[in-house]
């Protein structure tokens, strides 16, 4: 299932969203080289990732992988949000953030939305370097913080449609589905996925899917929570 829109009209211009979009979309450009350039790409992985094995201080027990080793801190967990492998990579996590990030946006307020989505994409990367210590492999992408997008979004907006693509071989339907529906098949699918996927192999982050869906469950409450006190306030 995939995403088409959402039948949600945003109340204002998202411009956190947008600003997003954009900084991933600048940063996969200039940075990353457009995934033209492999030097370019792999660099920035490798510099601006997030190796696990580095983070937890296990460099030194002979594990081996992709990057040099040596010297990371946990300032990658902010940075490899805005990496990318792939311009598949890189459009799916975007499509995934502009579908549902406005809604969210609307609800917390722009300020909160970029610390919203800075947070929980750290717990995310977090989530998965627990999961695998000692892994060697690279992770990069904005999928951890984009999951607790849409663990808000479940939240706030659970009766919302959401137009979904089926494909299925050469089978293709759209069918309208509330978003309980939809990112609840969703995060059963990453739950399913980080069971049967042994740790460190590599891949999809599944583990930082779950942590950033949860967080996004969870702290979607406070966040909002301090946005309508600032308009009891008479805040702007």
């Known amino acids: 299932m995939f995403p088409l829109r959402d039948h949600n009209p945003t109340k204002g211009l998202p411009i956190t969203t947008v600003l ?5 979309a600048v940063v996969w450009w200039r940075l990353q080289g457009g995934g033209l350039s492999q030097e370019a790409l792999t660099g920035s992985i490798c510099r601006f990732g997030v190796i696990p094995v580095e983070i937890t ?3 030194g027990s002979g594990v081996e992988g992709p990057c040099p ?9 902010l940075t490899s949000m ?4 792939s311009w598949m990579h890189l459009i799916g996590n975007m499509w995934f953030l502009w579908v549902f990030g406005n809604n969210v946006e609307d609800e917390v307020g722009h300020g909160r939305f970029l610390v919203f989505y800075l947070l929980t ?5 977090a989530a998965q370097i627990a999961a695998s210590p000692g892994s060697a492999v690279p992770m990069v992408g904005a999928s951890g913080a984009v999951s607790a ?3 808000a979004y479940l939240v706030l907006f659970p009766k919302a449609r959401v137009d979904t693509l089926f494909f299925f071989f050469v089978f293709l339907r759209i069918v309208p589905l509330p978003a309980w529906i939809m990112l609840g098949y969703w995060m059963l699918l990453q739950l399913l996925a980080s069971t049967l996927t042994p740790s460190g192999a590599g891949g999809v982050a599944y583990m930082a899917h779950v942590g950033g869906f949860a967080a996004g469950v969870l702290l979607v409450w406070p966040f909002r929570a301090g946005r309508s006190a600032r308009r009891r306030a008479g805040a702007t």
């Open 20 to 24: 997003l979009i954009g900084v991933t």
């Open 57 to 59: 201080g296990r460099v």
């Open 69 to 77: 080793l040596g010297g990371e801190t946990w300032e990658a967990g």
């Open 82 to 85: 805005f990496l990318h492998g």
């Open 121 to 125: 994409g750290c717990v995310a990367a």
């Open 149 to 151: 997008v849409m663990g």
